[in-house]
């Protein structure tokens, strides 16, 4: 296997995005927090999963807030702990699912870069079936493969802004992470 170049090395890559943080996007089950630890390793960059910063925030479990706020409180509160945590800086950023619905996150995940896990369906399908975690958004359905479909074909033109796509096929995270440092020269050069 090939040695990265010093343009391209972990530490260089680091120095290049002077601390601008990576947001990573994707449906639920993409592997977003799977890919963020070992990505945000590899750049000496923190991690930080916005769902448990948001767990946090409203002293709650996720489905909890959906439950006794809704989905538009969720969404709310998740604009609000986006906000915060756009103020730090060198970190990797495993967003919800949801996050690029409302415009004004936009704002926020574009002072950074924003790295789209694109999952194909049967994949995602798979994770969630395969996670006890519960997900507020499929809890209610009786069709969580149609619900699903359903989410993909109204998010899949938001993620598709990212400024990078990476397919996801279901290879290790910490394959899926040295994908990204490799495609990210490319996108600091357009920046």
Do not use: C
């Not at 290049?16 to 977003?32: D, E, H, Q, S, T």
């Not at 997900?135 to 149609?146: V, Y």
Request: aromatic share 4%; no cysteine.
């Amino acid at each position: 296997m090939p040695q990265p170049s010093a343009q391209t090395s972990p530490q260089a890559l680091s120095e290049r995005l002077g601390g601008i943080n990576i947001y990573l996007v994707g449906m639920m089950g993409a592997g977003k927090s799977a890919v963020g630890r070992p990505l945000a390793d590899a750049l000496g960059y923190r991690f930080v999963d916005a769902d448990q910063v948001l767990e946090q925030a409203a002293g709650r479990p996720i489905p909890d807030v959906f439950r006794t706020d809704g989905e538009a409180g969720f969404r709310e509160l998740e604009a609000s702990v986006l906000a915060r945590i756009s103020a730090w800086h060198s970190l990797v950023v495993a967003t919800g699912g949801g996050v690029v619905l409302r415009r004004e996150n936009w704002g926020q995940l574009q002072q950074g870069l924003v790295v789209w896990l694109d999952a194909p369906l049967p994949l995602v399908l798979e994770r969630l079936n395969a996670d006890p975690t519960p997900r507020p958004l499929m809890q209610a359905s009786t069709d969580p493969a149609m619900s699903l479909a359903e989410l993909m074909a109204q998010r899949q033109p938001l993620y598709a802004q990212a400024d990078l796509q990476i397919q996801q096929d279901g290879r290790p995270a910490g394959a899926v992470a040295q994908q990204v440092l490799e495609a990210l020269p490319g996108v600091l050069k357009d920046r």
